[in-house]
């Protein structure tokens, strides 16, 4: 490692999920609707209106909990599968009951971990590593205050139709160690919560959201009075928010740690350490590149967490687990594995297809079964597949060349570089196959024998060329290749050289 100290890294992640309504009530759960407008007595926190549970919210956190590998509801003490709510108290005018329901002590889910990759060069290894989940829970969402931005001191405005819908809280180990692992692991939440049709994960619409606990760890060397650890100081912790992008969530980390490093050379008393400061929370500020510190953190006990009178617990049954688990599909971990093993592509390769999401998996599939050959598929995917569809910006789903003809044009196709551009370029903007294609191109099949009849009389005329070759002149074949692409012109290149190379090592 580069720097004198190690990063130590917990993110807490925040998901929307994709419900049709909200947790406790009836109201929709969506984006983009008129403010206030999806809002009824229950998520307004009018007095003698009570929550009734949304199951469908229960069953997609259930369905994340397990692609997680969380532990469901083992708490001891409790019979298994048995999980409560509890309210969070706290004023804000965005929440309008003046309370959260959330889970405290006993969460629906805990002790879980998701693999990442953390190799420096992934295009040529894979690293795993195991960050572990210390928790996944249910709340619901708050409601949005909407500040005049433009500086002239207009009203703050609150829109309450995210007031009571359903969240997810994913909170991490401080496992990971660098802003590049804090990346790896929120891109894979979001690829696998996606995959499983949990969420949509929208960082610019807030679906997901997601905050760093940051500190370092600087080794002791040399020193009698190192104290709390005998080989390293701890940093106090540092809590950031406002993170718009997992970019930010890079550069926020890169930029904590530094300071902390600075601001601990600087300490001479001691005093920023772990322990003996209470936890920071700072925003950042993306434009100036910069960390803010917003306050000094509250303890839990400050929101007086009480259990949820007006909601009964829940016990998770192992019918409903096996549910959960059934709807869950093929991870991307486990799809890696299995793309890898099938069809022998690279993990890089693996990688690459599985974070394009499950349709284009199908579509390679079929492409390399057809084929016989995963890799030339995936190779040829990223040649003409990828581009193709960035340049559309179309999904793989209504893509208009199907695996069998795009298959079949791999194997059949013109062997000459130009045309076999026109004819892809006619079966994308037409929709037509390969034979189609060629016709429309005016492309005849190639007539192997007549090119072949062609290599041989080259060869009878140039015997020289071929004395020289077969005496281990390898250059000397171009003589030979140049004068059969001088007698056919529009040959393609690469099979005639392919056909000089037969008849010339025949013996
Ligand atoms: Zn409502």
Known sequence: MAEPYKIVIGLEVHVQLLTK???????????????????????????????????????????????????????????PGFTKWDRKNYYYPDLPKNYQISQYDLPFSHNGWLEINVAKDPKKEYVPKKIGIIR???????????????????????????????????????????????????????????????????????????DANVNIHVPVIGTQHATEHSDFHATPLVEIKNLNSFRAVGRAIAYEAKRHYEQYLQ??????????????TAGWDDARGITVVQRHKEEAADYRYFPEPDLVPVVVTAEQIAAARAAMGELPQAQRQRLMA??????????????????????????????????????????????????????????????????????????????RRDVFQLMLTQGLDLAAAKAQAGIKDLDETALRAAVL?????????????????EAAKMAIVGAVMKANKGAPNEVVRRLVDEELTKG
């Open 136 to 210: 996944a829970h249910l709340e619901e969402d708050a409601g949005k205050n909407l500040h005049d931005e433009s500086g002239r001191g207009g009203d703050t405005l609150v829109d309450l139709n995210r007031a009571g819908t359903p969240l997810l809280e994913i909170v991490s180990a401080p496992d990971m160690n660098s802003p590049e692992e804090a990346i790896a692991y929120l891109e894979e939440i979001r690829l696998m919560l996606r995959e499983i049709g949990v969420s949509d994960c929208e960082m610019q619409e807030g679906s997901l959201r997601c």
């Open 21 to 79: 309504t909200k947790l406790f009530c009836g109201c929709k759960n969506q984006f983009g609707l008129p403010p206030n407008s999806a809002t009824c007595p229950v998520c307004l926190g009018l007095p003698g209106s009570l929550p009734v549970m949304n199951q469908q919210a229960f069953e997609l956190a259930l369905r994340a909990a397990l692609a997680l590998n969380c532990q469901i509801a083992t708490h001891p003490g409790y019979p």
């Open 267 to 280: 300490d001479r008393a001691g005093r920023f350490r772990f322990g003996k400061m209470l936890k920071t």
């Open 457 to 473: 009389a080259a060869i009878a005329a140039n015997p020289k060329a071929v004395a020289d070759f077969r005496s281990g002149k």
């Open 342 to 419: 099938q069809y022998g592509l690279s993990a890089y390769d693996a990688q690459v297809l599985v974070a394009k999401g499950r349709a284009t998996v199908a579509y390679f599939e079929a492409v390399a079964q057809a084929l016989g050959d995963g890799k030339t598929a995936a190779n040829r995917m990223s040649d003409l597949i990828y581009p193709a569809l960035a340049e559309r910006k179309e999904a793989i789903t209504t893509f208009p060349i199907s695996p069998a003809t795009f298959a079949d044009f791999i194997k059949n196709g013109p062997a000459n570089s130009q045309d």
